[in-house]
């Protein structure tokens, strides 16, 4: 027969072992933490009666939920940075060959300590190498600025003054340099906005120049109406709904919803960096796959062709 000693072992070892079940589960850190404190403090207090005077009544000390609060946001700024480069600047800086894990160790221990994702976002798509991407990436392809017109046709509206486009505004990043900074601009043509001529105007440009112009434009949008959270909620449940219509997968379910209250609610309770990236990730998603759809269909279309060289197939018979 077992001796009481054993007995409360057991008695103590059945809530550990579920709390550390439940903590390597997939509910949220902090609420894994709070409930396996509980649970063993529980079990403790009446397995150990002579320890009740030494054990909290209540939930983890400020701090050890402050610990958890801090780990769990860094594991959520790692994943969203990881997206950024994924997204934007299409590479994963995870991979076995990735050469710029460095950098990204770096951005995320900034973004740990307190950086804005805007400013972060901001010094990946106006950097160097940003702008060797520009350089690289070759013309944008009918559709992508088709889908660009699209997308600033969403956004110039909800301006104040729509941004009146350049044929500059199609070029590469500038390098920056003494005499650029102290050269005086050339006048140039000064269109207004209309959706049809983003076409023109941005006419051979790279799909990176379209990427980060309408992710400027759509930064723009969101600074004008930040002054006032409620519009800026209602406008992002609109906009999330009103992008859906690219047929673009958004890479969560809860994105592509359809359902513009639930979109506006979120957008009510998200921290600003939050709401500016899910607004940034339709931007570049939805022209990353106008580029992606079109580079498929040469492929597609070449198996249709040996199809057809094959001969007519014969007609199967119903069963």
């Known amino acids: 027969m077992p001796s009481d000693r054993h007995a409360r072992k057991a008695r ?9 079940a439940l903590l390597a589960s997939g509910c949220g850190f902090t609420e894994r933490l709070e409930h396996e404190w509980k649970l063993v403090n529980r079990y403790a207090r009446r397995a150990f009666p002579a320890l009740r005077p030494l054990l909290p009544a209540a939930s983890p000390r400020p701090e050890a939920r402050l610990l958890g609060d801090n780990a769990q946001r860094a594991l959520e700024n790692r994943e969203l940075l990881r997206e950024i480069f994924a997204i934007a600047l299409g590479r994963d800086p995870m991979s076995p060959n990735a050469g710029n894990r460095s950098e990204f160790s770096g951005l995320l221990a900034t973004l740990n300590q307190g950086a804005s994702l805007e400013g972060i976002y901001n010094g990946l798509t106006h950097s160097s190498d940003y702008r060797e991407l520009e350089l690289s990436g070759g013309q944008a392809v009918p559709a992508q600025l088709r889908v660009f017109s699209g997308v600033l046709g969403l956004l110039e509206p909800e301006l104040p003054a729509p941004t009146v486009f350049r044929p500059s505004d199609a070029r590469p990043l500038k390098v920056l340099s003494l005499d650029s900074l102290l050269e005086e601009p050339k006048p140039e043509p000064a269109p207004s906005f209309k959706p049809g001529d983003t076409a023109s105007i941005f006419a051979g440009a790279s799909v990176y120049t379209l990427k980060r112009v309408a992710g400027d434009e759509a930064m723009k949008v969101i600074a004008a109406k930040q002054a006032a959270p ?81 001969g007519p197939k014969k007609k199967e018979k119903n069963p």
Request: hydrophobic fraction near 45%; charged fraction near 20%; glycine fraction near 10%.
């Open 12 to 20: 103590f070892g059945i809530p550990l072992a579920s709390g550390l």
């Open 230 to 310: 409620e519009k800026l909620a209602d406008w992002y449940g609109t906009w999330a709904v009103r992008m859906l219509s690219f047929g673009v997968d958004f890479g969560i379910d809860l994105r592509n919803k359809p359902e513009e209250g639930f979109h506006r609610h979120w957008a009510r309770q998200a921290p600003q960096d939050r709401l500016l990236w899910e607004v940034l990730n339709r931007v570049h998603r939805v022209l990353n796959a106008a580029g992606a759809s079109v580079e498929a269909r040469p492929a597609a279309q070449s198996g249709a062709q040996e199809g057809a060289s094959a």
